[in-house]
C-alpha cells in the first residue's frame, strides 16, 4: 500500500490463505491464556495494567504477535534506528496505543536486529506498520504518515475486527466464533487440507440456503487453498524465469495472492493478458477475476486491476 489515507476496504479485503493449521494452533494458545488469566483475576489477583506496548524479536513474534493476535488486534511497527522518518512515526504510534488502553498492541520490531521477520513480512521500506489480527494481515501503510490519518487507520483497524475498550479486569472480550455447526465442519476440513470436503461441506450449505453469508466466499478462498497446496515450492522464480508460460504465471499469481502479495499477483496475470492472445488470453482473464472474487470487489486493489484490465482487453 502507498502511503496515503488508509481505507476500510483496504483492511476488510485481507485473506488468510497460509497455514490453517498452525492458526487454529495459535488460537487453541491465546484461549488457554485467556482461562489461565481468568482464573488468576477470579482466585483474587489483581490484573494490573493491561499491555500497550512491546518489543519484539524472531524468538517472540510467534507468542507476542500471532498468538497474541487472537485475543486482540496486534499493529506492527518496523523500524530502524538509523531511520529519521520512523523516530516520528514511533512516538505516535506509542502514545495512541497507551489511549487505546489495549484496545490493539502495538508490536515494536527492529528490522535490522529481526531481518527474518522483515523478510517474512515482505518489508520493502521502513516505516512500515502492518496490522494483523487472528492471524492474519488486515492492513498497511508505509511511511510516516500524518497523526490523523495514522488514527484514521487504527479506529478502522478496531471498527472492522470488532475490538472494545478492556473490561474491568483489563481483559479483552474473545471475538465471537461462528454460530454455525456446518461452517464450522467446512473450516475444520480447510485446517486439516482437506480441500474437497471444504468446498463439498460449503456447497450443501449453498444449496440449502444460497444467500449464505460466508459460503460464497469461503468457496473461492478453498479452491484458491487446494491450487496452492499442489504448487511448487518456487513457482514464483519459475515464473519469473519464463515470462512467456502462462500456466507457470497463474500458478505463480495463486501463490503470491496467498502470500498476501496482492498487487503483484495482480499485475503478474495483467502482463500475461497484455502479452497472449487466443484461448490463453481468456485463460488468464478468468484467473484473475477469480481472484478478484477471492480479495473483494469492495477492495480498491480489486478496483485499480480492474481498470487495468479494461485497458489490457480493449
Not at 135 to 141: I, K, R, S, T, V
Not at 156 to 166: L, Y
Not at 254 to 278: K, Y
Request: a negative charge; one cysteine or more; charged letters at 25%.
Amino acid at each position: 500500500m502507498q502511503p496515503g489515507r488508509p481505507s476500510r476496504a483496504a483492511l476488510t479485503g485481507a485473506v488468510d490463505l497460509s497455514a490453517l493449521q498452525a492458526r487454529n494452533e495459535a488460537r487453541e494458545r491465546a484461549d488457554a491464556q485467556a482461562a489461565a488469566q481468568a482464573q488468576a483475576v477470579a482466585d483474587g489477583e489483581s490484573p494490573g495494567e493491561p499491555v500497550t506496548v512491546v518489543d519484539v524479536t524472531e524468538a517472540t513474534f510467534q507468542a507476542e504477535v500471532l498468538d497474541r493476535s487472537f485475543r486482540t488486534p496486534v499493529v506492527l511497527d518496523l523500524w530502524a534506528e538509523w531511520c529519521g522518518p520512523c523516530k516520528q512515526l514511533s512516538p505516535v504510534l506509542e502514545r495512541l496505543a497507551a489511549e487505546a488502553h489495549g484496545a490493539w498492541v502495538l508490536a515494536k520490531i527492529d528490522v535490522d536486529a529481526n531481518p527474518g521477520i522483515a523478510q517474512a513480512l515482505r518489508v520493502q521500506g521502513i516505516p512500515a506498520v502492518k496490522a494483523v489480527f487472528q492471524g492474519q494481515l488486515l492492513g498497511e501503510f508505509a511511511g510516516a504518515l500524518p497523526e490523523d490519518q495514522v488514527r484514521t487507520f487504527l479506529d478502522q483497524v478496531v471498527e472492522v475486527t470488532g475490538a472494545v475498550e478492556p473490561a474491568a479486569d483489563g481483559s479483552i472480550p474473545e471475538p465471537a466464533e461462528p454460530e454455525d455447526p456446518r461452517v464450522l465442519s467446512a473450516e475444520e476440513a480447510t485446517a486439516r487440507g482437506d480441500y474437497d470436503d471444504a468446498l463439498g461441506q460449503y456447497a450443501a450449505i449453498l444449496a440449502a440456503e444460497p444467500e449464505h453469508p460466508r459460503a460464497t466466499a469461503a468457496i473461492r478462498e478453498v479452491e484458491l487453498l487446494r491450487r496452492v497446496a499442489t504448487s511448487a515450492p518456487d513457482a514464483v522464480e519459475k515464473a519469473d524465469a519464463a515470462p512467456d508460460d502462462v500456466d507457470l504465471a497463474l500458478e505463480a499469481a495463486d501463490v503470491q495472492l496467498a502470500r498476501g502479495e496482492v498487487s503483484n499477483a495482480f499485475a503478474r496475470v495483467l502482463g500475461t493478458i497484455r502479452g497472449s492472445s487466443g484461448p490463453q488470453r481468456e485463460q488468464a482473464r478468468l484467473r484473475l477475476v477469480e481472484l478478484f472474487n477471492v480479495i473483494g470487489n469492495d477492495d480498491p486493489r480489486v478496483t485499480a486491476a480492474r481498470k487495468e484490465l479494461g485497458k489490457a482487453l480493449y
